[in-house]
Structure formats: C-alpha cells, structure tokens
T-cell receptor
Framework: KQEVTQIPAALSVPEGENLVLNCSFT??????LQWFRQDPGKGLTSLLL?????REQTSGRLNASLDKSSGRSTLYIAASQPGDSATYLC??????????FGAGTRLFVKA | GAGVSQSPSNKVTEKGKDVELRCDPI?????LYWYRQSLGQGLEFLIY????????KSGLPSDRFSAERTGGSVSTLTIQRTQQEDSAVYLC???FGQGYGYTFGSGTRLTVV
C-alpha cells in the first residue's frame, strides 16, 4: 500500500531556529515529490517540487532534499520566522497522476 | 487566469439539498483534480481529469458525488442529497501534466446543516 508519513505531526520552535520536517513514502517509484504550505482555512501553496532524478531544490530559506532509495524527503527551513507558522504537507506523485499526501506537520514559530 | 479559482468560497446548505462547486483551472493546464479535506484531516482524493481521457473517479465516496469538466477547462463537482458528513473543504488543483507541480485553489468550505 502506498503511504506517506510526516514526522513530527506538530512542532513548536523559537524564532530564528533552523528546523527539519520529515516525509517518508513506502513506494519509492515516485515521479516527483512536492512540498506545500497550508495556512488555516486556506488552500495549499506550492513551495518546492523535486523531480525523481533530482536530489534537492532550494527556494530562499527553504531547501528540500529527496532520497528515493530510502523513501525519504526532508524540508529544511533556515532562520524560522513567525510567518512560517502553518501546516506543511508533502505529496508523492506516482505514474498516472496518482498522488498520495501526507497528513502534514503543524509548525508554530514563537516570536 | 493567474491562479486556480474556486466558487463559492463558502457554502452552507441544508441536509438533503444538492450543491454545485465550481473550479476554473489555470489556462493551459490539462490535468484537474478534486480533493476533500475534513476538519483536522489530510487530503482525500476524489477525482481527476486529464485532457479528453475518461476521468479517474476512483476516489468518489458515493454515487451522490459526480463531476464533469466542460471543454477541457471548467469543472463542476456536484453533491446530491447532501449529508452532514459531506461537510469539508473541497479543494481543486490543476497541472500542466505529469512531472509538473500542482497549483491549488483556495477551496470551497461546505457546511451541511
């Protein structure tokens, strides 16, 4: 069964701290992996997309890595800010557009 | 348009009524997806459309749910005889296709009373 797990489910950190969010997927035959941010009551905002042939992608203070063989991806957030507080979801995309979403990590950055 | 547009943003309906939710994808995106997110839950796949191919309806929870996509663009998700358990945020996303990322709309919050 194809599953995506995100750890931790929730995380609270002080402002300025660097942090890592984890995403693991049981079926390594992914086409790509995408990280999203969701603010309360809002839709999903795409952060980073990593193709299966890539190892990492960077955007500003965000860096996402992908290790297909171990079925893992991490989202690294540098110098966290209160505005980073949101739920972060990862999604593993397989052939035929089948996409499995993780349940998300709820991040709270304290000022 | 610049993004995926969903309407209405909020809908309150009485149990047993039918509702229609609309999604306008990004122009040129051939793939369109509907997801459902219940309070505190993850995303539940409902249906996806790819070009002129038959849609993948495998995620629709019951035959009260249906969706269509006219002219390869706008999509409508219809829920007949709504039940309280249908209350959720319904999210639409579109994509250029496999290998490209998703762009989500802001969702429709459906409340069945």
């Amino acid at each position: 069964k194809q599953e995506v797990t995100q750890i931790p489910a929730a995380l609270s950190v002080p402002e300025g701290e660097n942090l890592v969010l984890n995403c693991s997927f049981t079926d390594s035959a992914i086409y790509n992996l995408q990280w999203f941010r969701q603010d309360p009551g809002k839709g999903l905002t795409s952060l980073l997309l990593i193709q299966s042939s890539q190892r990492e992608q960077t955007s500003g203070r965000l860096n996402a890595s992908l290790d297909k063989s171990s079925g893992r991806s991490t989202l690294y957030i540098a110098a966290s800010q209160p505005g980073d507080s949101a739920t972060y979801l990862c999604a593993a995309v397989y052939g035929g557009f089948k996409t499995i979403f993780g349940a998300g990590t709820r991040l709270f950055v304290k000022a | 348009g610049a993004g995926v547009s969903q309407s209405p943003s909020n809908k309150v309906t009485e149990k047993g009524k039918d509702v229609e939710l609309r999604c306008d994808p990004i122009s040129g995106h051939t793939a369109l997806y509907w997801y459902r997110q219940s309070l505190g839950q993850g995303l539940e796949f409902l249906i996806y459309f790819q070009g002129n191919s038959a849609p993948d309806k495998s995620g629709l929870p019951s035959d009260r749910f249906s969706a269509e996509r006219t002219g390869g663009s706008v999509s409508t998700l219809t829920i007949q005889r709504t039940q309280q358990e249908d209350s959720a945020v319904y999210l639409c996303a579109s994509s250029f296709g496999q290998g490209y990322g998703y762009t989500f709309g802001s969702g429709t919050r459906l409340t069945v009373v």
